[in-house]
Structure formats: structure tokens, C-alpha cells
């Protein structure tokens, strides 16, 4: 089952796609995974908004027991890049929390643009991670197939 929502590019825009999460993942009997699941379609929001153009449409995906996905599309061709991050800077670490939380993740470009994609399934949680650990130096993928580097 899915929920598919259009969002402006607004600053109130990723507290709403938190609480579309949050609601369909209470609904859909995957509470389980709401805390991580909520901060991954909030990285990939905040990177749709940010990187990409006009308005973004956000999915989740649910099944019972199963993964579950988010989706987030945006209106430009260009994918996304997991890249160096300063170790002070306030930016540059959301695909590497995706990376992170999510089992797997990946980006298919469409005719509009393209769609950001991760699932979980609830192999890692966020609060056995340390975020200021996170980085290049880690290993993450940059540009070219993510979703083989990641998956």
C-alpha cells in the first residue's frame, strides 16, 4: 500500500513529509522502523528540495512484516552524489545517513527528472549509530551506479 503526496518547494515542506511518515507507517503496522524511516524520506526530501527542481512527490511503501519504501521525486535529471562532507560543515551528510539506515538504496531517472528510493528493513537502527563517524572516510559510494554500490 502506498501514499503518494505532492509537496511545494516551502521551508515547511520536509516537517510535513516527517509527519506523512510517520502517519503512514503507524497506519500501515511498521512503527517499528518509523524513527529511521522519518529521517531517511527527511534527507532525501531535504536533498529534493535543495538539489533539485519545483515541487517533489513523496511515496511510502509499506507491507506488513515486509521493507518498507520511500520514494521521493524531483524534476531534475541530475542524481545524487555521496560525497566528502567537512567534519565541522552543517551539510553534505544526508546520503550518507541513507546509506546508513537504509538495507538499500538507489536513484531511476524518469522522463521528468528522477526518483531517490530507499527501503529498510529494520536489520539497522538509528540509535546504534554514531552520524559523526559518518563519512568519506567510511567508504561510501560517490556517483555512478549507486544502487549496485549500495545494494
Known amino acids: 500500500m502506498a501514499d503518494s ?10 516537517n510535513e513529509v516527517r509527519r506523512l511518515v510517520r502517519a503512514r507507517l503507524a497506519g500501515g503496522g511498521r512503527a517499528d522502523l518509523e524513527d529511521d524511516a522519518v ?13 533539485g527542481r ?12 515486509g521493507p518498507v519504501r520511500i520514494e521521493v521525486a524531483d524534476r531534475s535529471p541530475v ?6 562532507h567537512r567534519e565541522l560543515g552543517t551539510t553534505g551528510r544526508g546520503l550518507t545517513v541513507v546509506t546508513a539506515l537504509a538495507t538499500v538504496w538507489g536513484c531511476e531517472l524518469t522522463p521528468d527528472g528522477k526518483v531517490v528510493w530507499a527501503e529498510l528493513g529494520g536489520e539497522t537502527r538509528a540509535d546504534e549509530i554514531d552520524l559523526r563517524t559518518l563519512g568519506s572516510d567510511q567508504g561510501v559510494p560517490s556517483a555512478g551506479n549507486i544502487e549496485a554500490a549500495v545494494g
Open 5 to 14: 503526496v505532492e509537496f511545494d518547494p516551502r521551508p515547511d515542506a520536509v
Open 39 to 51: 529521517l531517511v524520506a527527511a534527507e532525501l526530501a531535504t536533498n529534493a528540495l535543495f538539489h
Open 54 to 65: 519545483g515541487p517533489i512527490t513523496v511515496s511510502v511503501s509499506t507491507t506488513t512484516g
Open 79 to 84: 542524481p545524487p552524489r555521496v560525497g566528502p
